[in-house]
């Protein structure tokens, strides 16, 4: 909580720099909303109290929980500061709207000089209103007191976050109800946590954490939820794919009993520097509509390019990207009556792919080359039953406006964001790079397009603002969304005269660009469904398509460097008339084609490497001759093994120099091996379940390195021990194992 401490602020306008009081909202010199950044500091312990000021810029309002008195100045980051504990929070930047990102590193207070707390914004911290500088409060909570709906919600963000939480060794995190908190409907992560020795939680863990809330769930769920848990618990449910495709056949139950409107704006203007207006938007500027959920879907399309080009065609190339995909759009949607979601993902990444061709042939058959050749970017939003989709191409943005929030959802396509998502480089320090605002992708201007599409469920009041940067530079919609676009939501303004004074503030305090906005206002009506739903939409059942897929390709984790820019849909990955002999046929002239190029790669490969994660971590099918699954071993002499996580590595101690052992087991124990994992540093590791023991004493089982049990067990008589390995013990729940802070 905020506490009553004397401060200042510094006003973010470069010509002003203005010292205010916090308590101040707008400069009171130059009149500019002032910026409050709220941080959260992770790491080492500190003797700072409220009241004390770090770095001369930092100061601490509560139980870590710092304000940014100098938000102008850039945080002091060098690149060599990304170590691997702050890469996770850089390679999940696309999921930033859950996700918080670092800010800065500052030296821990009296601590050595090496050791650094890290502060995250974007946190589950409140940044307006009587609440700014509080926590939100946890799922756990405030889970009694939701709907249906959204407890499904709730549910779902956490399943699409599940993935490329492991992929970056950080699952554990969803595990952590002091770490996953809400704001209303959106899951907020208040921090990053590793995953315990490089291995990742279990779903059949999610599951009984869960499972623990089925009794407060609202009774129209509550049998849904009772199968869900308990095919993850049983591993019936065995992938995060699974569980989202579950969840999202739950919600379109749900949301059957979802009425809500549509009301959508849209303006462009050139600005007053500009000669001419590159910019394009759909439906055409100055048009207000108002749709119902019944009305056609392709009512629902919004649409903003700016284009690019200048007087060599920017704006013949926002013309073509409009007229293009909104013809696209109608035409796939129409084709397609059942209109879901993959085919709907489907065909909006159709429509921009065929843009992208149209605006690439009018450049080729005007031999425009280089820098003649003409593009645009793209944002645009299409609304269907109770989710919006959205549809990303360069740095026109997409911002979220809730009751408590202004959230920008699109991730730009530029040098600047690319070197975040690599993990190379905190965002505050990348965008003072002279080439940071470069676009690396655009309509028109690249032979292989990357859109993304990112699919939103509608389940509180909200506006959706699509805009281009002739808005958004110098953060001007972080600055006015409080008083010029909250009251929308409040019912003290139309949306109308929101898109105009938005088109006003950026011509008067940006006005060195082209400016286009679409706003869309969402308004719900939510009531709990007369009869509950089905259990068996719990139940995951793939077609014999799917099932072949699966084998041919098992679901491991893969390193992710290009990310989706929010909670991951499921893509459809076969066509209606794909049979398992195509699929297989297929998969085979794949690796024939893949042994040919190796022949030409191969001498190559030592030239260049791509940069992939190092944080994943491989379940593998088999083991060595010497050690099998379920293979039952007797122990020739006692072992003993403590496991500690620094810095992302397993390291090893005796138990008699550590009290905390993981495994210790006697001499003439019977043991089984119930599950086998490689770690991020290569090491195999055993699971072992103690079945008999011959000498008195307490065995501790767990996790243990496979070369260490090898050396120190022998064969044990036959059928002297079975155990289940269905639902193996994670070594975050070993005893005496601390996880890390």
Known sequence: MQND????????????????NDTDKYCQQCGMPLTKRYLWAVGAGTTLKVGDMVQSRYL??????????????????RSSDISYDIKPYLRLVPYRLHIPQVYAQIPADKEPESTKILLLEDTAIYGVGEIAGQLMPQLSTVWKDATSLRQLHWLWQIAGLWQPLCAEGVASSLLDEELVRVEASIIRLLQLRLDFAGMPPTLAQLGELWHQRIAQAKPTIREYLEQLCYGLMMGEISHPDDLVISLEKALADCGKSLSYNLTTSTLTDKGPSRQRNEDACFPPSGT??????????????????DGIGGHEGGNVASN?????ISEQVKQLILAEPENSENSLIGALEQATHAANDRISDRNDSEDRTGRQRMGTTLVMALA?????????????????????GCHQITLDDDVAAREVRLGYSLYSTAILAPSSGSLIQALGMNLVLHPTVNRFIL???????????????????EQHWDTEILPILEGKTQVAEVTARLVE?????????????????????????????????????????EETIAEALPHTPEPIIELPATIPTVQVTTTKN???????????????????????????QNLWKPKVSSTITTTEPGFSPEVDLKSVFQIKKPVGVTVSQIDGLSLRQKPETNSKAVVGIFAGSIVQVAERVTTLDRQKWLLLKVCARQTPGQDLSGWIPETEIVAAVEKAPANTCFVSSNTPQSPANTPGVELPK
């Open 5 to 20: 401490v004397a401060a200042t602020i510094q006003c973010s306008n470069q010509a002003c720099k203005a010292i205010n």
């Open 60 to 77: 601490l309002i509560g139980d870590r929980i710092f304000l940014d008195t100098l938000p102008i100045n850039p945080p002091e980051t």
């Open 288 to 305: 207000t509509t108002t749709v119902e959920k019944s009305a056609p879907i392709a009512s629902t399309l919004t649409i903003v390019c």
């Open 320 to 324: 073509l990207a409009i007229e293009t």
């Open 384 to 404: 269907h039953q109770q989710q919006m989709y959205l549809t990303h191409v360069g740095d026109s943005r997409a911002y979220l406006i809730t009751r408590t």
């Open 459 to 477: 389940d509180e009041d909200c506006v959706f603002l699509l805009c281009s940067d002739g808005l958004s530079d110098y953060d001007r919609v």
């Open 505 to 545: 503030i950026a011509n008067t305090h940006n006005g060195h660009d082209n400016v286009t906005v679409g706003v869309i206002h969402y308004k719900g009506n939510f009531v709990e469904p007369p009869s509950p739903l089905n259990h068996s939409l719990a139940l995951f059942a793939p077609s014999p398509a």
């Open 578 to 604: 794909s049979t398992p002999k195509t699929i297989i046929a297929g998969l085979i002239l794949l690796l024939g084609l893949g042994g040919v190029a190796y022949l030409f790669i191969g001498p190559l």
